[in-house]
T-cell receptor, first 109, second 115 residues
Framework: GDSVTQMEGPVTLSEEAFLTINCTYT??????LFWYVQYPGEGLQLLLK?????DKGSNKGFEATYRKETTSFHLEKGSVQVSDSAVYFC????????FGQGTTLQVKP | KAGVTQTPRYLIKTRGQQVTLSCSPI?????VSWYQQTPGQGLQFLFE???????NKGNFPGRFSGRQFSNSRSEMNVSTLELGDSALYLC??????????????FGPGTRLTVT
């Protein structure tokens, strides 16, 4: 069935380090792909999205490119801040949202 | 524009009881989806409503049910609560149910604890 797999966390980085969180998906069709972020005690916030192959989603310095050939949608940011500490979820939409297991990011000053 | 609101935010219930959670979508949004979030199972889709009709359903027992009203507000009900139902229940709304209108916006969730 359709699924999303994310790299295991937690990921611990120093401020201003480069971030990559890997995400791959399996789908029978051509899903839209999303990254959501969840801060402690809050719901999910849409971070960015891509709706077709080779689309690049970007927001707040985060980027992810829809790679159909590798079925991937890796999240990247060039310079993380302490305020980026949160749980990040990759998801695909195929009639409903299917989420990865989430990756916890901790950024230390 | 106000975001998705969920009430109550926290709830403590006893095994065997039933519970009703409420969700008010963003104004103009007609689709409401519900998700259960637990440490062990992660985020799992419960069901989706669009224009008062259930459009999609996840793999949960019949104890979990929902409905949507004509103003797009939605409720979900869990009957005969079990300890394993303890979770954060998230509601999300979107303009529509099909591309490109299905971008979902989430509420803060209802934290249900079953004792």
């Amino acid at each position: 069935g359709d699924s999303v797999t994310q790299m295991e966390g937690p990921v611990t980085l120093s401020e201003e380090a480069f971030l990559t969180i890997n995400c791959t998906y399996t789908a029978t069709g051509y899903p839209s792909l999303f990254w959501y972020v969840q801060y402690p005690g809050e719901g999910l916030q849409l971070l960015l999205k891509a709706t077709k192959a080779d689309d690049k989603g970007s927001n707040k310095g985060f980027e992810a490119t829809y790679r159909k050939e590798t079925t991937s949608f890796h999240l990247e940011k060039g310079s993380v801040q302490v305020s980026d500490s949160a749980v990040y979820f990759c998801a695909q939409h195929t009639g409903k949202l299917i989420f990865g297991q989430g990756t916890t990011l901790q950024v230390k000053p | 524009k106000a975001g998705v609101t969920q009430t109550p935010r926290y709830l403590i219930k006893t095994r065997g009881q039933q519970v009703t959670l409420s969700c008010s979508p963003i104004s103009g949004h007609r689709s409401v989806s519900w998700y259960q979030q637990t440490p062990g199972q992660g985020l799992q889709f419960l069901f989706e409503y669009f224009s008062e009709t259930q459009r999609n359903k996840g793999n949960f027992p019949g104890r979990f049910s929902g409905r949507q009203f004509s103003n797009s507000r939605s409720e979900m009900n869990v009957s005969t609560l079990e300890l394993g139902d303890s979770a954060l229940y998230l509601c999300a709304s979107s303009l529509g149910a099909l591309a490109p209108t299905y971008e979902q916006y989430f509420g803060p969730g209802t934290r249900l604890t079953v004792t």
